[in-house]
Every structure is written in structure tokens, then in C-alpha cells.
């Protein structure tokens, strides 16, 4: 089997380092794993695949022979390297926000349009980690009859703050506990424990905040559709991983609810769990550390002529982030892109 160098930018990082266990549980034809990091952060040990592997200082040099370079870092960052990598012969596939929209960089869910791989440059984005578990619920619907519009409300995990942004939960739950005053708040705006934050990231003028606005720009990149008209309300709870989305559906012809179970439970990267008889509907505590999408809670929307509502969860940090990444990575393997694009570059 012919096996790829390949290379994880901010390999250190929840995101990172994820990505770097699922390369190992994947069995991903690795030959080569270059892990990177800040300068300040060379030399750390990472286990891979039984071994000790250890950090080298991400720079545009760290790509020389690197096939595939998974990007786990801040936009900035990613800015400056990912075309670096590109410019060496690498595919750099970039979880930042900094590729998502550009026209010349396809936004991939394996799941939902992994044919846009094959237009690539030298670097593919890999959407915000709400809009990867929603879309790829939202496709099998999408098939059945095209989405006119989407209402969504995201709850997301004190994951989406990385490793500190967990922490201050649990310090904070601890402190409360305790019967003391709660750590004051450094990663979130306010108190995340006992409560919800009801924005995420900054505002960007018109009351929608720019997380809010990524899911919709970003599915409607994906799923090839400009005026799809989606909204979206976007609350920070004090959940430790996985995002939870509750979508309101409304689709150009009918859709029964038996007919979205249907398509639910033959669509890639989806679980259904829609059991009203024992209580079964999707959970952040069983989701999380899974690869899959749950769903439930699917029922008509009485108030319109087409609708459907439906409840989500899925694992932030993997789907919505590493696993996406690896998945994409595996396409380029598959449909050998990567020699394809090393020849033409």
C-alpha cells in the first residue's frame, strides 16, 4: 500500500491532537507523521501508532516532502502556511475560517458534496464544526425535496473554547459546588457554569454574530444554493463537548416524518435515535468521543405547509473538526488527487 507524509499544524491542540488519534484509529496509509507547533512548543512527545514522536517548529520549510498537511491552527497562522504547504506539493486542509468562503477553495463534508474536492488548488477548508453535524443532517432532506428555508438554534459545548474553555466549567461547577464565588470568567464573556451565554464570537453590526453567520453562508456554499434562506441563533451552554442543534425545515414539497426517518437511516455519518416509546432522542454525554451525527425528535411542523423539526447532536471536536479533516484526506487518497496535484504543481 502506498503510504503519504503527512503533517499536523498545531498537533498539540485539542483539535490537533485529535486529528492525530484518529489518523492512528483510521489506519491512515501514513508513512511519515510530521507533527508541528509553535517554536515555543518544539520537542514535545506525541505517541503515535506506539511510538514517540516529538514536535518540530511549524514554518514554511516544516512542508518540504509533506503529501497531506492537516491544519489545526488559528486563521492567521494558517494564512501564511497553508500556501506554503501548497506551494511544496502538499493538499493543506484547513479547520480555521480563513478558506472557508473563498471562491477559489472548496468547503468539503465528505458526506454531503465530496465531488468538490476535485477542484482544488492546493488547499481545502474545512467548515465551522455547527455547520459540519448540521449539514450533514440536512443533505438526506435536501435530496428528498430541495430546502427553501432553515431556523436553527445551536447549543454549543465549552469545547468550542478548546481545553481552557472546558476547564473553566468545570472550575467553575466545582467552585459553586463548593459553596464558593465562581472563577471569574477569562475564556467566555460570562459565567458559563449554571447558566447560557446567549451570542458566540463577536458581532459583526447587524444583531447577528460572525458564528451565526458561517453556518449561513457555509451550508449555502455547500450545498450549491446562494438564496437558501437559513437563521440562526447561536448559545454557549455549559455542556463539556458536543454541539447540539434544534432545526426547523421548511422544504419545497412534502416530506413525511416516516420518509425522514427513512433517509436518516441510510445516510452516511447519521445515527437516528428517535425512539418516543423509551425516551430515546440524541444526548451530548452519548455522543461525545463518537463519529456519527445523531438525530431524533423528528416531527411535522404544523404551523406551515411543509415543515419539519428535528434535533442534532454531534461531537464538535471530531466531526466537526479532526474527523472531517482525516475523512477529507482520505477522498484525496482515494480518488488519487494527491499525486495528481503534485504533477501539475
Not at 25 to 41: C, I, M, Q, S, T
Not at 61 to 69: P, R
Not at 80 to 92: F, H, M, N, S, W
Not at 187 to 197: C, E, K, M, T, W
Request: aromatic share 6%.
Amino acid at each position: 500500500m502506498k503510504t503519504y507524509t503527512v503533517a499536523v499544524a498545531g498537533a498539540l491542540g485539542l483539535v490537533g491532537s485529535t486529528m492525530v488519534r484518529i489518523l492512528e484509529e483510521y489506519n491512515f496509509p501514513v508513512g511519515r507523521l510530521k507533527l508541528l507547533e509553535a517554536k515555543d512548543l518544539v520537542d514535545s512527545p506525541v505517541s503515535f501508532r506506539g511510538e514517540v514522536l516529538h514536535t518540530e517548529e511549524s514554518t514554511p520549510e516544516a512542508f518540504e516532502g509533506v503529501d497531506i498537511a492537516l491544519f489545526a491552527t488559528h486563521e492567521n497562522v494558517s494564512a501564511v502556511l497553508c500556501p506554503e504547504a501548497a506551494k511544496r506539493g502538499a493538499i493543506a486542509i484547513d479547520n480555521s475560517r480563513q478558506f472557508r468562503m473563498d471562491r477559489d477553495t472548496p468547503l468539503v463534508v465528505p458526506e454531503v458534496n465530496p465531488e468538490d474536492v476535485k477542484w482544488h488548488k492546493g488547499i481545502i477548508a474545512n467548515p465551522n464544526c455547527t455547520t459540519i453535524g448540521t449539514i450533514v443532517v440536512l443533505k438526506p432532506i435536501h435530496d428528498l425535496s430541495p430546502i427553501r428555508r432553515v431556523v436553527a438554534a445551536t447549543y454549543q459545548a465549552t469545547s468550542g473554547g478548546a481545553i481552557r474553555g472546558q476547564l473553566e466549567l468545570k472550575k467553575q461547577a466545582v467552585d459553586i459546588a463548593a459553596g464558593f464565588e465562581p472563577t471569574p470568567p477569562s475564556v467566555f464573556r460570562y459565567q458559563i457554569a449554571y447558566n447560557l451565554v446567549p451570542f458566540i464570537d463577536v458581532f459583526e453590526g447587524d444583531g447577528y454574530t460572525r458564528e451565526e453567520w458561517k453556518m449561513i453562508h457555509e451550508t449555502r456554499k455547500m450545498l450549491h444554493d446562494s438564496n437558501m434562506a437559513i437563521t440562526d441563533t447561536a448559545v454557549r451552554v455549559p455542556v463539556l463537548n458536543c454541539h447540539s442543534v434544534v432545526c426547523n425545515i421548511e422544504t419545497a414539497g412534502k416530506i413525511t416524518v416516516e420518509q425522514a426517518r427513512q433517509a436518516f437511516a441510510k445516510a452516511p455519518g447519521v445515527k437516528l435515535v428517535d425512539d418516543m416509546e423509551n425516551l430515546e432522542f440524541p444526548q451530548p454525554i452519548k455522543v461525545d468521543g463518537g463519529n456519527l451525527v445523531h438525530v431524533g425528535r423528528i416531527r411535522e411542523d404544523f404551523s406551515i405547509e411543509n415543515g419539519l423539526n428535528l434535533f442534532l447532536v454531534s461531537d464538535n471536536v471530531r466531526k466537526g473538526a479532526a474527523q472531517n479533516a482525516v475523512q477529507i484526506a482520505q477522498l484525496l487518497v482515494e480518488q488519487g488527487l494527491v499525486e495528481e496535484w503534485q504533477k501539475s504543481s
